[in-house]
């Protein structure tokens, strides 16, 4: 399987689900993503060129956007209803950060 982001991402972007349909954000727009299948980036006008994909199945709002406040954010990874926080952040929904303790 090959993915493939526009240059200058960090290659992680924010999916929103609808009923069984997956859309993914791509320069403050939502966009239709259906499964498997690649977006063409020159096609959206926001400059940039190439391709977004493989999209994800519709698992993906079961499987990582099914968490109460998304892990807030950032600072976890879903997983069927779990989240599984990062370094560095705690709490049911990783909501809390470590200081560092001098």
Do not use: H, M, W
């Not at 239709?32 to 926001?46: D, K, R, V």
């Not at 190439?50 to 954010?73: E, I, N, R």
């Amino acid at each position: 399987v090959q993915t493939t982001y526009p240059s200058g991402s960090r290659g992680c972007f924010e999916f929103e689900c609808e009923d069984d349909n997956v859309f993914v954000v791509l320069d403050n727009r939502k966009v239709a993503c259906e499964p498997g299948s690649f977006i063409n980036l020159a096609n959206l006008g926001t400059g940039y060129a190439g391709t977004f994909g493989p999209c994800p199945d519709a698992g993906v709002c079961s499987q990582q956007l099914s968490c109460p406040l998304g892990c807030s954010g950032s600072n976890g990874q879903c997983s069927e209803g779990q989240c599984f926080c990062y370094l560095g952040f705690y709490g049911d929904f990783c909501e809390f950060e470590l200081s560092p303790t001098q």
